[in-house]
């Protein structure tokens, strides 16, 4: 995707693996920012090797972890009781990004039928023990063959966001059902932290949304953005990091107390630390 007015929102640290800084640049139409440069594709895996990349483990080593996957396992029964309440019939469900594969674990065991994808052989092989089924990648999955698309907190690490968007449109069944959660870096908490603020993640984390950009992208490709519900967790989780990432250790009392603030805060701009879009297929 080519940036037309390219101007430097805020420079900002890899505070997991690397180091390094990166700029984000700012597309003003879009309302989206990109990290820059962006890693090569065959060194992307790299800035991904880290115990600490909580996503592609069942690790609960810490207090930290264990707080995340309790949780993580009560988002996860809200996750599938919404794409149900979206589709009460059930049917086809596609995951990008399914990591250690327990959304699709507790959706196979409600009846949805199946398919994982995930880079990931470490986290693919922690799922494939859980009973989830994975296809090797987009392009051999057949057109139109689903009735829902997940990607929670995937899109925002996707390399060429434009091809991911139009394989999603080809591969959603006409009147399907695509749920897309991302970071907002409209958020309070993205505003109080800053260049500390944990969610840009870069470069891990290559694309940052508003919810201008996910709908103005997604019309695109003739889908519609009819829901955005907030994440209330995310705040808290991302407060806490950036508390580190910004003091040098984990302020619980602090990281909760701005994580609260933001919250409340979207509660009148609904800007809130992550949302979850849920966008259909307009195509019959």
């Known amino acids: 995707m080519n940036f037309s007015n390219e101007k430097v929102f805020i420079s ?19 309302q989206l920012l990109k990290t820059h440069p962006q890693p090569s594709l065959d060194m992307l895996p790299k800035y991904y090797e880290s115990d600490d990349y909580i996503s592609h483990t069942d690790g609960k080593r810490s207090l930290f972890e264990k707080a995340y996957h309790f949780i993580k396992r009560k988002a996860i029964r809200d996750k599938v ?19 250690t594969g327990d959304f699709l ?61 139009t394989e999603l449109k080809r591969l959603l069944k006409p009147g399907g059902t695509i749920l897309i959660a991302v970071p907002n870096y409209k958020s309070f908490d993205a505003e109080y932290y800053g260049k500390f603020w944990a969610a840009y993640d870069v470069p891990r ?31 808290f989780y991302v407060s806490l990091l950036s508390e580190k990432y910004k003091n040098g250790k984990m302020n619980f009392v602090k990281g909760f107390f701005i994580g609260l603030q933001s919250n409340l805060k979207a509660k009148r701009n609904f800007e809130y630390s992550s949302h979850i879009y849920v966008l259909k297929n307009e195509e019959n």
């Open 12 to 30: 900002v640290k890899d505070y997991s693996v690397s180091g390094e800084h990166f700029d984000l640049l700012l597309d003003e139409e879009l």
């Open 81 to 99: 009781s919404l794409i149900t309440s979206l589709q009460p019939q059930k049917g086809t469900l596609l995951d990008i990004g399914a990591g």
């Open 105 to 165: 674990q507790e959706a196979k065991n409600q009846n949805w039928s199946c398919t994982g994808i995930e880079p990931s052989d470490k986290a693919k092989a922690i799922a494939i023990n859980k009973g989830v089924s994975f296809s090797d990648d987009l392009a051999s999955l057949e057109n139109h063959s689903f009735d829902v698309i997940t990607m929670w907190h995937v899109l925002e690490h996707v390399p060429d966001l434009e091809k991911q968007i």
């Open 205 to 235: 984390h290559l694309w940052h949304f508003s919810k201008i950009s996910i709908e103005k992208l997604f019309a695109r490709e003739n889908m519609k953005l009819v829901k955005v519900l907030p994440m209330v967790f995310d705040s």
